[in-house]
């Protein structure tokens, strides 16, 4: 699963291209320059990352298995884009 290509221009997401290689504990300590926040549902983790121009949050297993990008949104473009999956 590759980000949208515009998270180069509000966060390091852009350095990794394949999101699905990484654990959400890998990008927790991966991308530092944005706000964390973790919450578990069920079998799944979800972790949002947020800072002035972006959000998003990505679904993990308990595992910490990469599942899918939950939500994106691209705040200065007023853009919300939700990923609706079934797991």
């Not at 002035?52 to 899918?68: G, N, R």
Request: net charge negative; with cysteine.
């Amino acid at each position: 699963m590759v980000l949208n290509k515009f998270t180069g221009d509000f966060s390091g997401f852009a350095k990794l291209n394949d999101l699905s290689k990484y654990s959400g504990n890998d990008l927790i300590e991966i991308i530092k320059d944005m706000e964390v926040k973790v919450w578990y549902e069920d079998i799944y983790k979800y972790v949002l990352w947020e800072n002035k121009q972006m959000a998003i949050t990505i679904c993990y297993h308990l595992s910490d298995e990469f599942m899918h990008i939950e939500r994106e949104v691209w705040k200065d473009m007023d853009i919300d884009i939700s990923h609706m999956h079934e797991d």
